[in-house]
Nanobody, 123 residues
């Protein structure tokens, strides 16, 4: 599975962005997908994940109520809708895929990683 994230950019605090994660491969539907972010000088942080079918999600407390993940298996796409963005959301966001499970937030559980897309939130 190959992944590529896109949709990042510069947005003012309180604004919204939608990130996309495009996946290759006919078996994409068998993989759960998660979004992670890494701010300058900080460790990689789990954001949100979605199950293989899209019926279940797991969201970090830091973004709960503001970020929503969804997927379209017919299009091999996963989306991250980010609302009410805050300056502390500024980071490089990347998507990753895992064959089994979806709720363990550890990056080590993920098998494939895409390149990141930069999100900058100005105050």
């Amino acid at each position: 599975v190959q992944l590529q994230a896109s949709g990042g950019g510069l947005v003012q605090a309180g604004g919204s962005l939608r990130l996309s994660c495009a996946a290759s491969g006919r078996t994409f539907r068998l993989y759960a997908v998660g979004w992670f972010r890494q701010a300058p000088g900080k460790e990689r942080e789990f954001v949100v994940a979605i199950s293989q079918s899209g019926g279940s999600t797991f969201t970090a407390d830091s973004v709960k109520g503001r970020f929503t993940i969804s997927r379209d298996n017919a299009k091999n796409m996963v989306y991250l809708q980010m609302n009410n963005l805050k300056p502390e959301d500024t980071a490089v966001y990347c998507c990753a895929a895992r064959r089994f499970g979806y709720s363990d937030p550890s990056p080590t559980m993920y098998d494939y990683w895409g390149q990141g897309t930069l999100v900058t939130v100005s105050s």
